[in-house]
Structures are given as C-alpha cells and as structure tokens.
C-alpha cells in the first residue's frame, strides 16, 4: 500500500499542538509527515496478506480461516488452547480477569501501559523485576529485558508469594526500550515457577524481534532458526498473550494461548461475553486469514535483519550527532534518553512531554512519551526512574530516506535544546492517562 504523505507547515502545526492540547494522541494522521507514534498495527501487509483478506469465511462458526490461524499458532508457538481475540489488551483482559483478582500481585520484567492497567483494574497490583541494568539507559547489557531472578525468588518465597497467581515477562521489554530478555533468564526464570508451581505467561507481542536477537547474541545460538528459538522459548511457558498488531504484521488483531485446558474453557466463557465466540474473537475472519500470514511472515529472517537494521540505522545517526539515546538500540524503536536532552526542565516540567511535542514542531514527526506521564500514577520507583521519547518504526513502512529526515529533524531540536520549554497538565482522567490528558505550555 502506498500513502501520500505532506509536510504541513509551521503554522499549521503550531495550530494543531493547540488544538490537540499538545497531546500528540489528539492530531489528525493528515497533520503528521512521520509517524512514529507506534509500530503497533502501523505495519504495512504483503501482497500475500491482502490475498488472504480476499479469502474470508464469514461464518459465525468453524470458519476455515480460523482453522488456519489456529493451526499456525500451535505450529509457532506449540500451545494447544488458542483463543483468538480483538488486540493485545483484549487477550490481557481475558487472562487476568481470569486468573488474578483483588489484592494478588503480578510480578513481570516491566509491564507495558495496557498490562500494567488491566492487574490495576481486577485490583491486583504489577510489579516490575528487570535487573539494574534496565533502568541505565548508557548500560550496553545484551539482554537488559532480563528478570531479576533474585528478586523474583525473594517475592515467591516470602510473604506475599501465596498472593501471586502467575509470573509474566514480555518479549521485547516495550517499556525498558524494546530490549530482549534471554534464553538463559527465560530458562531460569522457568524453573524457579515450576518449582513453585507458579503458572508462567508470556506477553509474546515482539517474540520474533526477540529471538532474532538471542541468535545473534547469545552464546551457541546463531546457528538455530528463530523458529526453533521461539519454539524453545515458549516450551518454557504456560501460556500467551498477542497483539498481533506487533510481530503478527497485520492491522488488528490478537490471542491469548494456554497449555491448561481448564484455564482455557474459562478464557472462552469470558470471549463470548466480551469479544465474540471462539472461532472469530472479535475479528472478522478474514483478519485472521491476514494474522496467519503474517505471524509466519515475521519470522521470516531476511524482514527481521531488515527491521532491526532499521532501528540500528535511525540510532547510528543520532548517536554520531552526539543525541543521548537509550542503549544498545532496541527491536522496534528508537527511545531518546529524555533526562540527557533536556537536561535543564525538572520531572514537574513533564519533559519527555515537551521533547516529544518539539520533535513535531520541527519537523511533523510524531513520536510518544514513555515516562511521568505514562506512568505517573504507579507509585513504584523502578517506573519513575527512566523518561523516554520512543521514536516507534513501523514495520515495513518507512525507508531509508525518511528515517534520514526524522534524524536531521531530532539533531536541529539537539542543537536548540536549551530553548526548549516545559509543559504542564491540565486534564488528567484516571485510567492510561497519556493517551487522552490535556497539556499547556508553561508561562514564560
Ligand atoms: C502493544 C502492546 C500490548 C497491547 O496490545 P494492543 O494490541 O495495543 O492492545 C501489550 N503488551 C505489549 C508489550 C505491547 O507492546
């Protein structure tokens, strides 16, 4: 698919950030010339994809396209229950108003915003285990989405352990910077559930983008497939949940997968109240012909060199400009380290707020602020302790030239930085509050 794209003027982007409460979420896709808000279900589908839609079977019930669908997730992923549902968040609902409940508490390396709101919504409360060096954005560490094992042994083993229903990690860690946990931490983190008998899940939403990394980094792996790496990393778990938004290369769409039958029946009672029944899960049954195709499609280690090329291109040439990125680049992003930006504005100025609206000003460029604002009302230190701007690159959208351009755009906000002003907030509603809060720039 090809899309005009525009460069709208100062002006007119200087109206828009009013309009839009310089709230990036708030601005028309007409008014962005780059749009790096997100990767997740920004990904352009292949011709292979687009010939799946053409073969949609609408049935209410035992469309062939759902057989498809299921029969490549078993394939990939080797679970036997697959529930299918609308996107990641739908399939996060299903599991955790499934197994937690009020006063549990759920341990994973970092919970994305969406995770991180649905334990928050059955009244249990997300706790984040990435070791150290995921909160050191200079930290060079191969696998900084790595789980704190110690940490996690002392949680199961003291007295809040009978309180935890189950253990997530998510592969790529999105809110530490797209960074991949390992092998090795996913087996060790494996055995310390099993000896406990703590059920773990998977928040698989980039496990493609994961595995690739474990074949180039970890020692003896670089000669197995990121089929095989995948395989062995979810033997591992007891289950999933998807946004195939991510690494399934479609535009909506996604699952939960479970090895326990019974947990399953569940999940599915609760589908049908929420979603639709279980052989479409919201979707329309030519999605999930499009899901199937590119589920495999991800895999594929030609786009994976590719994508994660891309990445690297982005970070080399903000890094050679002297920009203070997070380190080493992660999977599907670029994240800028917003502390070493803006220097000069306290964490009352919101500044990855206000970095991120300046990268628009410059240049239209639209990226989001993982940070305060994000997570402002999670009162644990590990979530304040970093402030990101994540420059998110869709998959197989954008080229080379366009990266070049969002890279000179961010260099020029660089070399002005110290004009750079703060925000504040004045409508803030309760729940995932970056996606819809109001902001002002601060009187001069
Ligand atoms: C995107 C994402 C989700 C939520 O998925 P949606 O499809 O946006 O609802 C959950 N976890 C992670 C790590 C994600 O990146």
């Given at each position: 698919?090809?899309?005009?794209?525009?460069?709208?003027?100062?002006d007119?982007?200087?109206r828009?950030?009013?309009?839009?409460?310089?709230?990036?979420?708030?601005?028309?896709?007409?008014?962005?010339?780059?749009?790096?808000?997100?990767?997740?279900?920004?990904?352009?589908?292949?011709?292979?994809?687009?010939?799946?839609?053409?073969?949609?079977?609408?049935?209410?019930?035992?469309?062939?396209?759902?057989?498809?669908?299921?029969?490549?997730?078993?394939?990939?992923?080797?679970?036997?229950?697959?529930?299918?549902?609308?996107?990641?968040?739908?399939?996060?609902?299903?599991?955790?108003?499934?197994?937690?409940?009020?006063?549990?508490?759920?341990?994973?390396?970092?919970?994305?915003d969406?995770?991180?709101?649905?334990?928050?919504h059955v009244?249990a409360?997300?706790?984040?285990?990435?070791?150290?060096?995921?909160?050191?954005?200079?930290?060079?560490?191969?696998?900084?989405?790595?789980?704190?094992?110690?940490?996690?042994v002392?949680?199961?083993?003291?007295?809040?352990?009978?309180?935890?229903?189950l253990?997530?990690?998510?592969?790529?860690?999105?809110?530490?910077?797209?960074?991949p946990?390992?092998?090795?931490?996913?087996?060790?983190?494996?055995?310390?559930?099993?000896?406990?008998?703590?059920?773990?899940?998977l928040?698989?939403?980039?496990?493609?983008?994961?595995?690739?990394?474990?074949?180039?980094?970890?020692?003896?792996?670089?000669?197995r497939?990121?089929?095989?790496?995948?395989?062995?990393?979810?033997?591992?778990?007891?289950?999933?949940?998807?946004?195939?938004?991510?690494?399934g290369?479609?535009?909506?769409?996604?699952?939960?997968?479970?090895?326990?039958?019974g947990?399953?029946?569940?999940?599915?009672?609760?589908?049908?109240?929420?979603?639709?029944?279980?052989?479409?899960?919201?979707?329309?049954?030519?999605?999930?012909?499009a899901?199937?195709?590119g589920?495999?499609?991800?895999?594929?280690?030609?786009?994976?060199?590719?994508?994660?090329?891309?990445?690297?291109?982005?970070?080399g040439?903000?890094?050679?400009?002297?920009?203070?990125i997070?380190?080493?680049?992660?999977?599907?992003?670029?994240y800028?380290?917003?502390?070493?930006?803006?220097?000069?504005?306290?964490?009352?100025?919101?500044?990855?707020?206000?970095?991120?609206?300046?990268?628009?000003?410059?240049?239209?460029?639209?990226?989001?602020?993982?940070?305060?604002?994000?997570?402002?009302?999670?009162?644990?230190?590990?979530?304040?302790?970093?402030?990101?701007?994540?420059?998110?690159?869709?998959?197989?959208?954008?080229?080379?030239?366009?990266l070049?351009?969002?890279?000179?755009?961010?260099?020029?906000?660089?070399?002005?930085?110290?004009?750079i002003?703060?925000?504040?907030?004045?409508?803030?509603?309760?729940?995932?509050?970056?996606?819809?809060?109001?902001?002002?720039?601060?009187?001069?």
């Amino acid at each position: 698919m090809v899309e005009a794209i525009r460069l709208p003027s100062f002006d007119e982007r200087e109206r828009a950030l009013a309009r839009a409460g310089y709230n990036l979420f708030n601005l028309f896709s007409e008014e962005v010339y780059i749009d790096l808000l997100t990767d997740s279900g920004t990904s352009a589908m292949s011709d292979r994809q687009w010939a799946g839609l053409m073969l949609g079977d609408e049935a209410y019930a035992g469309s062939r396209n759902f057989q498809h669908f299921e029969s490549t997730v078993r394939e990939l992923t080797g679970y036997p229950h697959i529930v299918p549902a609308h996107q990641g968040r739908a399939a996060e609902h299903l599991l955790l108003s499934t197994l937690a409940r009020s006063g549990d508490i759920v341990p994973n390396n970092m919970h994305f915003d969406t995770t991180r709101a649905h334990v928050q919504h059955v009244g249990a409360r997300p706790v984040d285990l990435a070791i150290d060096e995921a909160y050191d954005p200079e930290s060079e560490h191969p696998f900084k989405g790595n789980v704190d094992t110690r940490r996690l042994v002392e949680l199961l083993d003291g007295p809040s352990g009978a309180h935890v229903p189950l253990v997530m990690v998510t592969i790529t860690n999105n809110t530490g910077g797209g960074q991949p946990v390992s092998l090795a931490n996913l087996r060790e983190v494996a055995r310390i559930c099993r000896e406990r008998g703590k059920p773990l899940y998977l928040d698989m939403c980039r496990w493609a983008e994961n595995a690739y990394f474990i074949r180039e980094r970890e020692p003896g792996q670089d000669r197995r497939s990121v089929r095989e790496i995948g395989r062995e990393i979810f033997e591992l778990s007891d289950g999933a949940t998807m946004s195939a938004k991510k690494d399934g290369l479609v535009n909506i769409g996604g699952f939960v997968a479970t090895r326990d039958a019974g947990i399953a029946a569940r999940l599915k009672e609760a589908l049908i109240l929420f979603e639709g029944f279980p052989t479409y899960g919201g979707l329309a049954r030519r999605d999930l012909e499009a899901i199937s195709i590119g589920l495999a499609e991800a895999t594929d280690e030609r786009y994976l060199a590719h994508r994660i090329g891309q990445v690297r291109f982005l970070a080399g040439l903000l890094s050679g400009h002297g920009v203070p990125i997070l380190r080493p680049p992660g999977g599907h992003g670029v994240y800028l380290d917003v502390r070493r930006f803006l220097p000069h504005l306290g964490a009352d100025q919101l500044p990855g707020q206000a970095l991120a609206v300046e990268l628009y000003r410059e240049g239209a460029v639209r990226s989001v602020e993982i940070g305060a604002i994000m997570f402002g009302d999670d009162p644990s230190p590990a979530a304040r302790s970093m402030e990101l701007v994540r420059l998110a690159i869709p998959r197989r959208v954008y080229t080379e030239s366009h990266l070049r351009y969002v890279a000179d755009t961010i260099q020029r906000v660089w070399d002005r930085r110290s004009t750079i002003r703060g925000l504040r907030m004045v409508e803030a509603p309760e729940h995932l509050r970056h996606f819809t809060a109001r902001f002002a720039p601060e009187p001069t």
